[in-house]
């Protein structure tokens, strides 16, 4: 099948707007995980999460009326693809429309609940109960009447294709931490078959919105609420929970012989993947065995043996089980390979994870650069991995992305810089 190519990248992290910015925080160690203002405000027991403190969506979405229905993740999706855009060089290309396409990893978008507050007020019997008779009567003439709009997982996409006349393939993978990789997956497949010449892929999600947290009680988050910078870290034996985190990255897809038809210089190519599953919704306590089965599959695809890879860019959640099985099923299958985890610079966020960390993995190859891993003090034996811990030499442009959830699902991705 033909070579599968990327040929533009955009990021919208915790860690900065813009590939220039999260690669300078990368340098300077630089985490994004903080006391949020507004969470401390309302005095909630773990304020602490990596949201993306400096992003204005004023400065990127056009037409500004856009706004009124774009959710903060769409706002996040939006910026990242016209940064790839950009940075794929397409403004003048004449891609057709009809064979340009978008696909993004989604959560399911929290609603921002000030929008909600007048239509529950009036929904008050008079003694501070909710009655569901006078939401149906009244209650719901308060809510604003595009507001489902801004809330569905494919809005992210959907504003994409608008702005920029893609009538080609259009998909939304909700699907919890695999999303990003997936979407990224299912975009190289569809330019691989030929039913598309480009495709915008990647994530954009938000594990920090206040009904996810109210919702999730700070299930599985680290209680390291007064060192919030070191609160994230992947595989240490001091590790305590993850990180909520917030972001979007997305990536311009194409052939080979499409972008060098065009006058584009590839970054990467996308070598090889592979898609597992192990019986685990019941338990939510997976063996790892889907991430090995995954890795296995990848290699495959790619024809290449485990020694080729540089370096594993882990999913790193920093969680007792998810560190320790993935930690083992790295080791068993690539052996003593370099790990790098970018959720101890940018917490968990969510759906667009695979995408986000691929982003910076794919900025140090670029450089030569292995991105270390923030707050790995202590090597824990239960986690017998290779923690790059310090900034590296990348030992091959090979690099192997990793993430699972505790449902089961598991998924990597191999890209080579080029």
């Not at 027991?45 to 056009?62: C, L, M, Q, R, T």
């Not at 009655?131 to 996409?157: C, Q, S």
Request: with cysteine.
């Amino acid at each position: 099948m033909p070579e599968v190519v990327v040929t533009g990248l955009g990021i919208v992290c915790p860690i900065g707007v813009g590939a220039d910015a999260v690669w300078a925080s990368v340098e300077s160690r630089t985490s994004g995980v903080r006391a949020v203002p507004e969470l401390v405000a309302a005095n909630l027991p773990i304020p602490i999460a990596a949201d993306v403190a400096d992003f204005d969506a004023k400065e990127f979405v056009k037409p500004r009326k856009s706004l009124k229905v774009m959710s903060r993740e769409t706002q996040l999706g939006f910026t990242a693809s016209e940064m790839a855009w950009a940075d794929a060089g397409l403004d003048g290309a004449n891609v057709d429309p009809d064979r340009l396409g978008v696909t993004s990893g989604s959560n399911m978008f929290c609603p921002e609940m000030p929008e909600l507050a007048a239509a529950c007020h009036a929904s008050d019997s008079g003694d501070g109960v909710f009655d569901f008779n006078r939401w149906g009567n009244t209650g719901l003439r308060e809510v604003f009447p595009l507001w489902l709009l801004k809330y569905l997982p494919n809005m992210a996409p959907a504003h994409v294709s608008i702005a920029h006349d893609a009538r080609g393939p259009s998909n939304s993978i909700v699907a919890g931490d695999v999303s990003g990789l997936l979407a990224l997956i299912e975009a190289a497949d569809v330019v691989a078959r030929g039913h598309a010449d480009v495709m915008l892929a990647g994530g954009a999600s938000s594990s920090i919105g206040w009904m996810d947290l109210i919702w999730h009680a700070g299930a599985r988050l680290s209680h390291r609420v007064d060192e919030p910078e070191r609160a994230c870290r992947p595989f240490d034996a001091d590790r305590d929970g993850m990180v909520g985190g917030e972001g979007a990255a997305m990536f311009v897809l194409e052939t080979r012989e499409h972008a060098l038809a065009r006058g584009a210089k590839p970054l990467a190519r996308i070598a090889g993947y592979g898609r597992r599953y192990e019986s685990a919704t019941a338990s939510y306590r997976p063996t790892g065995q889907s991430i090995g089965q995954a890795i296995e599959a990848a290699l495959a695809a790619a024809g290449v043996k485990a020694g080729a890879v540089g370096h594993v860019s882990a999913h790193g959640l920093s969680t007792e089980l998810d560190d320790r099985i993935e930690a083992e099923a790295i080791r068993r299958t690539l052996g003593d390979v370099a790990v790098t985890a970018p959720k101890s610079f940018i917490g968990n966020v969510g759906a667009a994870c695979g995408a986000v960390e691929m982003a910076i993995n794919l900025l140090g190859l670029l450089r030569g650069r292995v991105a270390p891993t923030l707050n790995y003090e202590t090597p824990d034996p239960k986690c017998p991995v290779n923690v790059v811990a310090e900034m590296a030499a990348a030992k091959s442009p090979l690099a192997m992305l990793l993430n699972h959830r505790t449902t089961g699902q598991a998924v990597s991705l191999l890209i080579e810089a080029e």
